[in-house]
């Protein structure tokens, strides 16, 4: 930074956050209204929660409040003067931060180097990292965060690299910070430390405006909630007096189970169909499973315990060093996906965007990739073949919003979740690794995946589900595997308690 960005930014630092005011504000995708006449008012240091279904709009409501879109229609006022967001870099010189769900840092820079990104210390064009350094331990210590100035942020847990954004947002002088699903792929510790942080924040003056699916989160902080519904404002209000169940109706207009039926038992006799066999990655060591035909086994333990790394070894995408894999007693041919999608082995992987889907590609095309080839003759695609069972997969899942002519990118993470089960279901895989199910989707699309992954086990599959949520594994599973540092430590049937896997899972 040069000395005036260093006064703009002093002097952002220490003016008090803005009245936010929403009059009539409506946004639309290709003839598709996702927002209509949204009015309501965020006051300074408020906790503001924004609440809804998938599609339901919260997410376009934030972006527009962080300078990612412009709205098609209504005013955004701070401090009753009218306010043009069309950029992001409007919106930072507004003093406001967006803080996506997928996170976008420069992994092979440092934590410094990212805080102060395009903002460095400089007089006459050169670099005075001495100011840098001090301002960010500062910025450390007062979070309280954890972080290493000279770490590479490729190196740093997903909960580190979600602090790293949150300091860049303070150094840069916000005093409105927006959160999309800030929890959505954090574990137990680090969310309570993320929350104890927003609180802080908050009391200190800034802003903060948070979409969440975990409804206690956002009762536990919250001081008012908005719920939109399709589109429309349902309400604005404070959030005491309401629970779960309350939030629930207001968001989806019914009551909804919050968990799945319980799995019917494996029948007796069930045979064996997926065997790994001492598996040993760079990352996980001697991983034995059989699941067999019915059977939902779930993987549980810490973050980094290795849950995501077995599930990558069977499917062939992370490099497996030893060990073997075999599907209805054939073998899986060693660290080739191509051949595990051809034994019956599908994987709904940890990242969406960086794994599962093709974002510049319509929903109808990711569904419709991994079984391309059979509906194929002489090189060309039967279309009318691929655009009914497309639909019919697409509405089995209840993706809502355009499947064609939108790329999956613009559709809500919820959707997109919903997409990357879609695609495999329209030839049902023998096996079905599933890392991180449920993450980013509304409490009503939490139940529908839950009672699929069970549909799918009663009808043959065998499924292997790994997730952060302990209570969401223990609710569908009829086995739980426990990891820690990389190995299966112990194994437990459903009827065991949450207590006793932590304390595996911990010792």
């Known amino acids: 930074m040069n000395n005036a960005q260093i006064m703009q930014t002093q002097s952002r630092a220490e003016a008090k956050a803005p009245h936010i005011t929403l009059e009539a504000v ?40 962080g300078g990612a879109i412009s709205a098609d229609s209504g005013t955004v006022l701070f401090d009753g003067v009218p306010t043009k967001l069309g950029n992001p870099r409007s919106a930072i010189d507004h003093g406001i931060s967006l803080i996506s769900q997928e996170l976008a840092p420069v992994p092979a820079r440092s934590v410094m180097e990212n805080v102060f990104l395009g903002r460095w210390t400089n007089t006459y064009g050169l670099v005075r990292q001495a100011r840098d350094r001090a301002q960010l331990a500062t910025l450390i210590a007062e979070s309280g965060f954890d972080l290493d100035p000279d770490a590479q942020v490729s190196s740093l847990s997903l909960g580190q690299a979600q602090q790293v954004e949150i300091l860049k947002a303070i150094a840069r002088g916000s005093k409105v910070i927006c959160f999309d699903e800030p929890t959505a792929a954090l574990g137990e510790a680090d969310t309570e430390n993320l929350l104890a942080v927003i609180r802080r924040l908050a009391a200190g003056g800034t802003t903060i405006v948070i979409v969440s699916h975990f409804l206690e ?9 908005t719920v939109l519904r399709d589109g429309d404002q349902i309400v604005t209000e404070s959030a005491r007096g309401h629970d779960s169940d309350s939030l629930v109706q207001l968001m989806v207009g019914r009551q909804v189970e919050a968990l799945a039926r ?22 996980i060591s001697d991983i034995t499973l059989n699941v067999r035909q019915g059977e939902i086994l779930g993987l549980v333990g810490l973050m980094g315990s290795g849950r995501s790394e077995t599930l990558n070894a069977v499917f062939g995408s992370d490099r497996v060093t030893s060990g073997e894999v075999h599907v209805n007693g054939r073998r899986v041919r060693k660290n080739s996906i191509r051949h595990a999608i051809r034994s019956g082995v599908a994987l709904v992987p940890e990242s969406r965007k960086d794994q599962g889907l093709v974002l510049g590609r319509s929903a109808a095309e990711n569904i419709a990739l991994p079984s391309l080839d059979s509906r194929q003759i002489a090189g060309f695609v039967r ?11 697409a509405a089995r899942v209840d993706i809502r919003g355009k499947v064609r002519r939108v790329s999956v990118g613009a559709l809500s993470g919820g959707n997109q979740q919903k997409a990357l089960f879609a695609k495999w279901l329209i030839n049902p895989p023998e096996v079905f690794l ?35 949520e302990l209570e969401e594994v223990l609710s569908i599973s009829h086995r739980l595997a426990v990891m820690r540092q990389g190995r299966i430590v112990a194994e437990y049937d459903r009827s065991v308690s949450p207590d006793t896997i932590m304390a595996t899972a911990f010792l």
Do not use: F, M
Not at 218 to 224: E, N, S, V
Not at 262 to 283: F, I, N
């Open 262 to 283: 319980s799995p019917r038992p494996v029948a007796d006799g069930a045979p064996v169909v997926l065997s790994a066999d001492k598996l040993t990655t760079s990352a």
């Open 383 to 393: 279309q009318g073949v691929e655009r009914s069972v497309v639909d019919h997969v």
């Open 26 to 65: 409506g946004k639309s995708y290709g003839g598709t209204s996702v927002l209509r006449d949204v009015s309501l008012t965020i006051e300074p240091g408020e906790i503001h929660g924004l609440l809804g279904e998938n599609g339901a709009g919260k997410s376009t409501l934030l972006k527009i409040l």
């Open 217 to 225: 989160e956002i009762l536990g902080i919250a001081d008012r909630i």
């Open 434 to 468: 599933i890392d991180e199910p449920t993450r980013g989707v509304d409490i009503a699309a939490k139940a529908n995946i839950h009672n699929l992954i069970i549909e799918l086990a009663e009808r043959g599959t065998a499924v292997v589900v790994a997730s952060s």
